[in-house]
């Protein structure tokens, strides 16, 4: 199992460009998360999938971010425009089930600085 | 609210010593209990569940911890550190609802001094 793949693993660019960071689940999972650590802020859940249907979206900060699962082995994350406050380390991690008895299966993150 | 408090930020132990990470919780149940653990550069590796029975539950790389519902807490413990457990642990906590995904615990970060 190659667990769970988020690309790219690293990404800079100019402020008021869009971003879109990418994530592959574990096949077989069906709920997916997206999750934002920063040193100020720790880990910050920015939205739930279960089943490719957004659950929980209650994190995502504004408009300028959007979150979409087309199927069961994809989903994006876009920003669009991006600023400097958006610099963090964006974690995908996917669970069987609806995950909280079972615990999520992380990437290895996306870094992304914004200047 | 639910919450989860690692009220410890940083912890430095020599190695070979003993080992223990606090970790609280505020619920009215009793929760899914999650330890993670965060190496430089990449992301978060499961240590180990509770979910009920046991209260002491075993988990990878020799780590333990217990449930204390008394206590509402979920330490992590470990007897002899390792220089390579140097990195971040967070302790998560999930409720059985389903809706709401896993809250992390702000993270306590241990050095080991050789």
């Known amino acids: 199992d190659a667990g769970v793949i988020q690309s790219p693993r690293h990404e800079v660019t100019e402020m008021g460009q869009e971003v879109t960071l990418r994530c592959k689940p574990i096949s077989g999972h069906n709920s997916l998360f997206w999750y934002r650590q920063t040193m100020m802020r720790g880990l910050e859940l920015l939205i739930y999938f279960n089943n490719n249907v957004p659950i929980d979206d209650s994190g995502m900060p504004e408009d300028r971010f959007s979150a979409k699962m087309p199927n069961a082995s994809f989903s994006t994350l876009k920003i669009q425009p991006s600023e400097p406050r958006d610099s963090a380390v964006y974690f995908c991690a996917s669970s069987e089930g609806q995950g909280n008895n079972y615990g999520y299966t992380f990437g290895s993150g996306t870094r992304l600085t914004v200047v | 609210a639910q919450s989860v408090t690692q009220p410890d930020i940083h912890i430095t132990v020599s190695e070979g010593a003993s080992l223990e990470l606090r970790c609280n919780y505020s619920?009215?149940?009793?929760?899914?209990l999650f330890w993670y653990v965060q190496s430089p550069g990449q992301g978060l590796q499961l240590l180990l569940k509770y979910f009920s029975g046991d209260t002491l539950v075993q988990g990878i790389k020799g780590f333990e911890a217990e449930f204390k519902r008394s206590q509402s807490s979920f330490n992590l413990r470990k007897p002899s550190v390792h220089w390579s457990d140097a990195a971040e642990y967070f302790c998560a906590v999930g409720f059985d609802t389903g809706r709401r995904a896993l809250t992390f615990g702000s993270g306590t970060r241990l050095q080991v001094q050789p």
């Open positions: 619920y009215g149940a009793t929760p899914y």
